[in-house]
């Protein structure tokens, strides 16, 4: 498709959506631990497990997009201007990712068990380090999932992306995409170790909050974008170009298909049929809403990272000298 | 606003072919003239934080002069040595509105807050004392965040790293020297000066406004 922005591959639009998906996902797992406690240990695990494989995929992703790799890899110089937003997100992915693996290792019971054996009184600290460690990782998930917006938000470049509401909008489908994928390993390890009820309702109702958050600050970018129809400069313009790809043009068919309606209604659907549902209906409807959030959330980056046309300044110069 | 934008390139077949031919053939000589190009680099090198220019130095365009013949971005290309696979640091681009077209030829503005810089996460991109924003290719990890954050979407990539206009410093202008752009201009279209200078020789200058502060004037 001609006239998208494809400086950018594949590579970055996987990375925003996996650090996103795998920092909402070990949120949504902490919020399993601290209510379920060591008795939903083996699901808390795979997901902690789940996220950090997000991470390193997607750090993978953006070595894999970068001209020089190999010098990529040497973090300390080049990820050592403190002033750029990449740097600061390559750093906190790579934080995130030791200590997410770290509370996996604290929580699983064959490390926890080996750990214990070799360090003395650890079996007595183990839980107050869990805790300890999930919290600080939730806070390190949480910077994550603004920080795959915020590198988009600060390429003044871009108008589509220049704006605070795309980090909200990344933060929402982040959490939403990290309770999908949590709700989907539960899911398949209920036999071993099921969900409580109202654990499994806390997720629900956080799917339906997150989707209609997520759709109203999806419409009020897409909206702002749009603008009015006298363009008062060539940047609105762009943005209003970037918009209209994405609503009614070239990217219409997967945003509608995708983002939207699998993406978002149905999840909603699904959540609400769960809640009100019996729970053999419940668990089919969780799980493909669950696999719906997933693909629009994937859809939904890759739409932004494309529609993401360049302005031309110079054209509000040259069109002066036009009169 | 209804104007319409066409990057242009005039370039034939036959003049590739013939660059191609030459290339093959004077493969001896091209040795030569990169052993002299890293001397040259080397000389740039011990100046490049201050750089070679006296004060802060922009590019003053004068659309209605330019008749679109290239040789600015002809003459850009051959003293950085821009392969034809590649695009050229300089370009031409056609601005129309109502019937009437201007030519307006563009390279980096060399802002002066360089969104390039600040984005650059291996500190890669740097501006000299007279203003001439340039890269450290040895630095660049070519991750193409400076293209997303750069207004006029200026940067270019090689298999190396990032290549983009650095007012032919690193190639070994010296003092007092227009990069090759402007001196290759003949008709007026195309000047290059400190700021000051520009804005003096054309008092109303238009200003090209972006949130980076580019020193680029239109007249």
Redesign the interface.
């Known amino acids: 498709m001609e006239g998208l922005q494809d400086i950018w591959g594949w590579q970055p639009a996987l990375y925003l959506f996996l650090g996103g998906m795998g920092a909402g996902a070990f949120i949504a797992a902490m919020v399993v631990y601290f209510r379920e406690g060591d008795k939903a240990r083996s699901t808390v695990f795979a997901s902690l497990v789940a996220a950090v494989v997000c991470l390193a995929v997607g750090l993978l992703l953006l070595l894999s997009e970068l001209i020089t790799p190999l010098r990529g890899m040497m973090m300390w110089q080049s990820f050592s201007n403190f002033g750029s937003w990449m740097t600061f997100g390559a750093w906190i992915v790579f934080a995130a990712l030791v200590v997410f693996a770290l509370e996996a290792i604290v929580v699983w019971e064959k490390t926890a068990g080996a750990l214990a054996k070799r360090i003395k009184g650890f079996d007595g600290y183990a839980p107050k380090l869990a805790r300890a460690l999930g919290v600080v990782s939730c806070v390190l998930g949480f910077c994550v999932a603004v920080y795959t917006g915020i590198l988009l938000m600060s390429a003044p470049g871009v108008p589509l992306w220049n704006t605070l509401l795309l980090p909200c909008l990344f933060t929402v489908s982040a959490l939403d995409t990290g309770v999908a994928l949590v709700e989907v390993i539960a899911l398949a390890n209920r036999k071993k170790a099921a969900l409580s009820k109202e654990t499994n309702r806390i997720l629900e109702y956080a799917v339906v909050a997150l989707v209609v958050l997520e759709l109203a600050v999806l419409a009020l970018l897409l909206v702002s974008m749009a603008g009015s129809p006298v363009q008062e400069s060539h940047e609105a313009a762009v943005a209003a170009q970037s918009a209209a790809l994405i609503i009614g043009g070239d990217l219409a068919l997967p945003f509608w298909a995708l983002v939207v309606l699998v993406g978002l209604v149905c999840p909603l659907a699904a959540a609400l049929v769960a809640l009100v549902g019996k729970s053999d209906k419940a668990q089919g409807a969780t799980l493909w809403g669950a696999l719906g959030a997933m693909i629009g959330g994937c859809a939904l980056r890759f739409i932004i990272v494309m529609a993401g046309l360049h302005a031309d300044p110079v054209i509000d110069a040259v069109s002066q000298l036009l009169g | ?1 209804s ?1 319409s ?1 066409t990057a242009l390139d005039r370039r034939s077949a036959v003049k590739i072919a013939a660059a191609a031919s030459l290339l093959a053939a004077g493969g001896a000589c091209i040795f030569m003239v990169d052993a002299a190009h890293a001397e040259d680099e080397g000389r740039a090198e011990g100046g490049r934080e201050t750089g070679p220019y006296a004060g802060r130095v922009g590019f003053l365009v004068k ?2 002069n330019c008749l679109n013949c290239q040789a600015c971005v002809e003459a850009c290309r051959k003293f950085n040595k821009t392969p034809e696979s590649r695009p050229a640091r300089r370009h031409i ?1 056609k ?1 129309e ?2 019937g ?1 077209a ?1 030519f ?1 030829s ?1 390279s980096c503005m060399h802002c002066e807050e360089p ?1 390039c810089a ?6 890669a991109i740097k501006k000299a004392e007279d203003g001439v924003v340039y890269v450290d290719k040895d ?7 400076c ?7 200026v940067p270019t ?5 990032m290549d983009k206009c650095d007012c032919c410093t690193l190639g070994g202008t010296r003092p007092g020297n227009a990069p090759r752009c402007a001196e290759a201009c003949k008709f007026g279209a195309l000047h290059f000066g400190t700021v000051d200078e520009l804005l003096a020789q054309c008092p109303d200058a ?7 502060k ?1 020193s ?1 004037y ?1 007249a």
Do not use: N
């Open positions: 606003m104007i934008t659309p209605h681009t601005y509105k109502d009437e201007l307006v563009t969104a600040s984005v650059c996460p291996a500190g630095r660049c990890i070519g991750c193409k965040y293209y997303q954050a750069c207004p006029f979407g990539y090689s298999s190396a790293a238009k200003v090209v406004e972006a949130s980076t580019p680029f239109l």
